[in-house]
T-cell receptor, first 117, second 113 residues
């Protein structure tokens, strides 16, 4: 079965410092990986995805993620954190068990990012 | 485009009551799905649809029904509400194809007493 793990419930970073939010995955076949962000009382917003190609994926709001096949990881990164980046971040992997040939998404439990001024 | 819209935003039900959560999208997406979000558990798939007239169960379908009579609408029905169904419900839609992005609605916060 496909799965993702986000080992940290919370990540605390000072504004201006680099941030990393960790994600590891377990899939059979090629992984389709996604990062979403959720601000308080809002729905999830897409940040970036990895389907194939370059291991470093660039996304919205200055975020990027590095796909590492040998470590089965897809960590989210940003060179310089902003207070406005404080939110809940979800890693997700495509699961072909549901959704027919397209597959659906399996989400991690989420990591709360707190950026302090 | 309004994207994915959900109504109501908040709802309180008594145990045993039924209700329908509405979801609509104006992006002509074939794929629509319902998730529930519970603290510390991420999002879990309830039901999904790959097109009008086609629905199927996800990971946690018990106690919920869906139908898809049009491309735009995908309502979720709670047949007999239980306290265990207290949650935040999100509807999402996407196009078909390899690795499509799912677009989420703003959510419905449901409390069952």
């Amino acid at each position: 079965a496909q799965s993702v793990a986000q080992p940290e419930d919370q990540v605390n970073v000072a504004e201006g410092n680099p941030l990393t939010v960790k994600c590891t995955y377990s899939v059979s076949g090629n992984p389709y990986l996604f990062w979403y962000v959720q601000y308080p009382n809002r729905g999830l917003q897409f940040l970036l995805k990895y389907i194939t190609g370059d291991n470093l994926v660039k996304g919205s709001y200055g975020f990027e993620a590095e796909f590492n096949k040998s470590q089965t990881s897809f960590h989210l990164k940003k060179p310089s954190a902003l207070v406005s980046d404080s939110a809940l971040y979800f890693c997700a992997v495509r699961d072909p068990s549901y959704g027919g040939s397209q597959g659906n998404l399996i989400f991690g439990k989420g990591t709360k990012l707190s950026v302090k001024p | 485009n309004a994207g994915v819209t959900q109504t109501p935003k908040f709802q309180v039900l008594k145990t045993g009551q039924s209700m329908t959560l509405q979801c609509a999208q104006d992006m002509n997406h074939e794929y629509m799905s319902w998730y529930r979000q519970d603290p510390g558990m991420g999002l879990r798939l309830i039901h999904y649809s790959v097109g009008a007239g086609i629905t199927d169960q996800g990971e946690v379908p018990n106690g919920y029904n869906v139908s898809r009579s049009t491309t735009e609408d995908f309502p979720l029905r709670l047949l007999s509400a239980a306290p265990s169904q207290t949650s935040v419900y999100f509807c999402a839609s996407s196009g078909l194809g390899r690795g499509p992005v799912q677009y989420f609605g703003p959510g419905t916060r449901l409390t069952v007493t």
